[in-house]
């Protein structure tokens, strides 16, 4: 059963991804603004750049998923120094970098249509590129770093799973669009909830099946450099 929840999970993200791609394009609104005194919807000039929204906020909530299973996974293997955490941790971050990607060049092409700029040095966009250069430089720790290469990419994980909370909510909404009413995706208008949760089903099935195949990869990987190591030990390779 095991070998197939990968295969399953990516049957389920393609069936979502038509079916999310039909509703955002064709049944949800094309712009949407929450008024954060009346808590209204309002118009906007973002248009058909709003679409932008459904591929954007999925993507940034599994980023913040993917950091926090990195730091608690980071926080065991220090604590237990046992591999299977330390696996975890850096198959997770080498999709949350992927999906870190995804938020910035989304959120770049949203800023272009809504503040005719695409990009703009405002605290929550310098703390989220922060964050994907953590994830960055986490990677190139544990290709480069060496034998404590382990241990000090887990300390690089820990604070970037510190650093989320403060991308989230030390900005106010009215310098960053907004998911919903008060900046909380389940109070986003009636008729986008549909595209928004079958969109964002679709990129957890990916998700998960990209994280359980890249964690197995990177266990698979050391088992092989251990394998490997025994061999040179006991003089069976050179």
Not at 126 to 153: C, E, H, N
Not at 180 to 187: E, I, Q, Y
Request: some cysteine; glycine content about 8%; charged content about 15%.
């Amino acid at each position: 059963m095991k070998k197939l929840i990968v295969p399953i999970l990516c049957v389920f993200g393609a069936i979502g991804f038509v079916a999310s791609v039909y509703l955002v394009f064709f049944n949800a609104p094309l712009e949407f603004m929450i008024d954060k005194d009346s808590g209204r919807l309002v118009g906007t000039s973002l248009f058909f750049n709003q679409k932008i929204y459904f591929f954007h906020v999925p993507h940034a909530i599994l980023l913040f998923v993917a950091v926090f299973v990195a730091g608690i996974a980071s926080i065991m293997y220090l604590w237990k120094h046992d591999q299977k955490w330390d696996d975890i941790a850096a198959g997770t971050v080498d999709i949350s970098v992927a999906f870190g990607a995804a938020v910035l060049a989304t959120g770049s092409i949203w800023a272009k249509a809504a503040w005719d700029v695409w990009w703009q040095w405002e605290p929550r966009l310098t703390m989220s590129l922060l964050l994907w250069l953590i994830l960055v430089g986490y990677a190139l720790v544990r290709k480069f770093a060496g034998p404590s290469a382990d241990r000090v990419a887990a300390g690089m994980a820990i604070f970037g799973m510190v650093g989320v909370p403060f991308i989230y909510t030390m900005v106010g909404h009215d310098s960053h669009p907004a998911s919903g009413m008060n900046g909380v995706v389940a109070t986003q208008a009636a008729s986008m909830k549909p595209a928004f949760w079958i969109s964002f089903a679709t990129f957890t099935c990916w998700f998960t099946a990209l994280v359980i195949t890249r964690v197995q990869g990177t266990r698979a990987e050391r088992e092989v450099r251990e394998l490997r190591e025994r061999a040179l030990d006991l003089g069976v390779i050179e």
